[in-house]
């Protein structure tokens, strides 16, 4: 039998408000444009009585979304990035959404970033 685990990375919603203060403000509108709200609590009985390993993140994508890697970042995003600005809008850190609102104003230092 082969292994399975459950990742469910889209559904948080929590914004960590010291690291990620461009987010605090935002319409709901434009907040929740890339949440895949409500997942977690449509999966979770399934997942929790066949007894499947799961991971899930109480982050919002838009600080930091799991399905990118650290490095998925550009000069519109982390300040001194290797990658030119306009090249992962939509990586580990969220520059605009799916529907161009823009979210971060300037870039986040590397130490935020890290």
């Known amino acids: 039998m082969a292994n399975l685990l459950v990742t ?4 948080g ?3 960590p408000e010291k690291l990620t203060p461009w987010l605090l403000g935002l319409p709901e509108k434009i907040l929740m444009e890339d949440v895949d709200r409500f997942v977690d609590q449509l999966y979770l009985p ?3 009585s066949l007894g499947i390993p799961f991971v899930k993140t109480e982050w919002h994508r838009y600080a930091v979304d799991l399905n990118r ?3 998925d970042v550009d000069r519109s995003s982390v300040e001194g990035a290797p990658l030119p600005k306009g090249t992962h809008p939509r990586g580990y850190h969220w520059v605009e959404t799916t529907y161009q ?3 971060m104003p300037q870039p986040m230092t590397s130490e935020t970033h890290k």
Do not use: C, G, N, V
């Open 8 to 11: 469910i990375p889209h559904s």
């Open 13 to 15: 919603e929590r914004i």
């Open 46 to 48: 399934s997942i929790l």
């Open 69 to 71: 890697i650290p490095t």
């Open 101 to 103: 609102d823009q979210l």
